[in-house]
């Protein structure tokens, strides 16, 4: 296949960005997206020119390190896939395709097609943790846990924090990613000795991020890769109210 590229390249945080084009020739449909990047990266660098500067390291949908806008859409088209598991046969022999970086205040642009995520680790140090004492392994499998507990808590936990939610928001909302670790925790008794600071830390550190609320748009659960189901967001607001009241 043979494809025309509109890729948006940036320097830098501080300069303009830019769409350039380029052509995708010879791509294979067996191809990852990423593996379409590095042939065209291949072929910038034998020109002498600036490769694409993109986000990747376990390119198995694990790592949540992956993110780019595809045609309008976070990790391009289908469902719950991440960009390094959108594969070339996704397109057509022809196409256009528009790759930008997420489009989120706060995740500025690092370079081209990388930003700045480091929100979320600030989230994250604020109360996605437990204190408790859990042992190892088998002591951790020991801990009772009824089955539709452990399953919804499963499911929060499959979060990789890509950020896709918070691009695919109209108001760059980081709820669906911020729900899925509250309730990962708030489900499991290890969580419980934090479970109200919890959700108050994260929910004041994401608004102090500059991310927005919630509008029930559910594009956030559409473009997620691990399908975060919304009713995480549900679950948030409930613990939220109770550990305000109480
Ligand atoms: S909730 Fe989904 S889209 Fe949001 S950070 Fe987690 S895995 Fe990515
Ligand atoms: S590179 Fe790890 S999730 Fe895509």
């Not at 494809?3 to 501080?14: C, E, P």
Request: negative net charge.
């Amino acid at each position: 296949m043979n494809l025309t590229l509109h890729v948006w390249r940036q320097k830098n945080a501080s300069s303009a960005g830019a769409f350039k084009t380029y052509s995708a020739t010879n791509v294979s449909p067996d191809m990852s997206f990423l593996e379409m990047l590095d042939v065209v990266n291949a072929g910038l660098v034998k020109k002498g020119e600036e490769p694409i500067a993109f986000d990747h390291d376990c390119r198995e949908g694990i790592c949540g390190s992956c993110g780019m806008m595809i045609n309008g859409r976070a990790h391009g088209p289908g469902r719950g896939a991440a960009t390094c598991q959108l594969h070339m046969r996704s397109f057509k022999d022809g196409d256009t395709v528009v790759i930008e970086p997420w489009r989120a205040k706060p995740f500025p642009v690092i370079k081209d097609l990388i930003v700045d995520r480091s929100a979320f680790d600030r989230i994250m140090e604020a109360g996605g943790y437990v204190s408790a004492k859990t042992g190892g392994i088998p002591d951790g499998n020991a801990v009772p846990v009824s089955k539709p507990d452990a399953d919804e808590a499963f499911d929060a936990a499959a979060c990789i924090g890509c950020g896709a939610c918070v691009a695919a928001c109209p108001n760059s909302s980081a709820m669906l990613f911020v729900s899925a670790k509250v309730s990962h925790l708030a489900l499991l008794p290890q969580g419980q000795v934090e479970r109200k600071e919890r959700v108050l830390r994260m929910v004041e550190q994401m608004d102090e991020e500059g991310f927005g609320n919630c509008s029930n748009n559910y594009a956030c659960e559409a473009e997620c890769p691990k399908e975060i189901s919304v009713t995480h967001i549900a679950r948030m607001n409930r613990e939220y109210l109770r550990a305000k009241l109480t």
